[in-house]
């Protein structure tokens, strides 16, 4: 199957438009050894006491600020992208297009290199679909902390020092995937080039806080948690539709029989809700153990699929494609054995166990280097911040340059990541605020892990995952989206514990995934994240 180059861009991209109009600034190329990790933990104090004296709502990791040398950044100003040479911000009726990517971001397409290039930080999008940041550009509203004043947030930009911590956390990370995890971990996809500094038409930044846009070379920008999972579990209904009864409840009694007893609510076994897998395995004084589906069979069959494109919702865009995956799909579906050792499951547990196994892979690799995701309180001691969530993993491209077997994920989102060398607790009731604290870090390393594992499970707590959830009633259904939900689990622990591969997906099988992927995407296209 050979998607055009269009509908790659659109499927993995997406679709829904924004325009921009220049504005007045600086732009400031980023490229290799410009950047360096800083030792100045009192400047990042300094900084963090600042945004409170301000009363400004900025996010302050606990880190020393990073070093920029700028004498290398004039010195490699023409290795910013012709079509990043002038700042632009998002606008209702600008002369240049794009695609929305978030709230305050964007993707420009540039036809001429066939690149994307991601703006982070150019303007808030236009509130026409409900979005929960307003427009225009740059606005300010009231900063309130558990019902009381608490200052100004500022929104629809980045600022320099998360802008560069990004820029700098991108490379750093993007490096150690090359050198110790490549090809078990995707590449980070959003790769390094400079950043814009806004000139504000008063000529004054707000409070003292520059007002920047992070620049990226983009790979992709369709997300894990609101995209990839969320059509995961609508393949489930797609594939398995003609077994989702409870009148013919074989199917889910079998599934049932293979949990934990530990997964369902109190009463009895055999009829008791089966509970969810974050809540099951991730919480609790006893957890259960996420069971392994991946060897289980599934009914999964296309028969009668490409009818039913209404029901589920498919756009006119899609429905050749659409069909094109099914056709490949019914090729390969159900699945028979892979080997004499390793009997054949599902497809669907095995897309989720790579998944898991991936995810699992990438946060070990950070923890292996003391580096957080981005867990740490700054202004609210009672809710932090946590970067490490399943939309903070963009779904790589499938193209026919793909190699089979690749990864599928690439991790994204660096601009509150730290690492251990300057690390400085946040805590102010604390007597080592402001000082190393190697115990509040290993804490916040351990709630960051523990926080990604419940939200691959499926909890959608975080900010970062709102709205992610499809409804689903059927219960058998909601029995299979469970138990594929431990599969990945299971193989995020898997992947996190650095486990030799127990279940390496035959290459003759990679169309089937890549198809699968496709489907999902093309039942969450008009999803925004």
């Known amino acids: 199957m050979s998607t055009s180059a269009s509908d790659t861009k659109a499927l993995f991209f997406g679709e829904f438009g924004v325009r921009f109009a220049p504005l007045d600034g600086s732009v400031l190329a980023t490229p290799p050894g410009s950047l360096s990790a800083g030792s100045d933990v009192a400047a990042g104090v300094a900084f963090l006491e600042l945004v409170g004296d301000r009363k400004v709502k900025l996010e302050a990791p606990p880190n020393a600020p990073v070093v920029f040398d700028r004498e290398a950044s004039a010195a490699a100003a023409d290795t910013i992208p012709a079509a990043l040479r002038v700042p632009l911000i998002k606008t209702a009726d600008g002369s240049l297009s794009g695609i929305r990517s978030g709230g305050r971001s964007a993707i420009l397409l540039d036809d001429g290199t066939e690149r994307a290039y991601r703006l982070k930080g150019c303007g808030n999008y236009v509130d026409a679909d409900g979005f929960r940041f307003e427009y225009p550009g740059f606005p300010t509203r009231d900063w309130m902390l558990w019902g009381e004043w608490h200052g100004t947030e500022l929104r629809g930009c980045c600022w320099e020092h998360t802008a560069l911590r990004e820029l700098y956390m ?163 579906l159900p699945l028979e054995s892979h080997s004499p050792d390793t009997p054949a499951g599902s497809l669907l547990a095995a897309v989720h166990w790579r998944i898991g196994r991936e995810a699992g892979r990438f946060k070990r690799l950070l923890r292996d280097h003391q580096i957080s995701w981005g867990y740490f309180c700054d202004h609210d001691t009672i809710e932090p911040h946590c970067n490490a969530h399943p939309s903070n993993f963009v779904v790589l491209p499938v193209t026919p340059h793909r190699v089979p077997g690749s990864p599928l994920l690439g991790p994204v989102d660096f601009d509150l990541a730290y690492e251990r060398t300057s690390f400085f607790s946040t805590i102010r009731e604390s007597p080592l605020f402001g000082t190393f604290d190697q115990e509040l870090f290993d804490a916040w390393l351990d709630s960051e892990d523990s926080e990604l594992a419940r939200a691959l499970a499926g909890e959608a707590a975080s900010t970062g995952l709102l709205g992610v959830s499809v409804h689903i009633e059927d219960e058998c259904q909601q029995t299979i989206k469970w138990a594929m939900r431990d599969t990945l689990l299971a193989g995020y622990r898997s992947g996190y514990e650095k486990q030799d591969e127990p279940h390496p997906i035959p290459l003759h099988l990679e169309p089937a995934v890549e198809a699968l992927i496709k489907l999902a995407l093309i039942l969450t296209a008009e999803r925004q994240s």
Request: hydrophobic share 40%; aromatic share 8%.
């Open 170 to 332: 991108s490379r750093w990370i993007g490096e150690l995937i090359e050198a110790e995890a490549k090809g078990l971990v995707g590449p980070v996809a959003n790769l390094p080039i400079g950043l814009w500094v806004y000139e504000m038409p008063d000529g004054q930044p707000e409070r003292g806080i520059k007002r920047c846009c992070g620049l990226f070379e983009t790979l992709a920008d369709k997300r894990l948690g609101h995209h990839l999972l969320p059509g995961l579990d609508l393949c489930i209904t797609a594939l398995l539709r003609e077994h989702l009864t409870t009148s013919d409840d074989s199917l889910m009694q079998s599934v049932r029989a293979r949990f934990d007893r530990r997964h369902f609510e109190q009463g009895d076994a055999d009829t008791a809700a089966v509970r969810p897998t974050w809540a099951a395995c991730c919480t609790g004084t006893s957890p259960a153990t996420p069971t392994d589906f991946y060897c289980d069979r599934l009914p999964e069959s296309t028969a009668g699929l490409v009818e039913l494109a209404d029901e589920f919702g498919v756009a006119p865009r899609w429905r050749e494609l659409w069909r094109e995956c099914i056709d490949v799909l019914a090729n390969h």
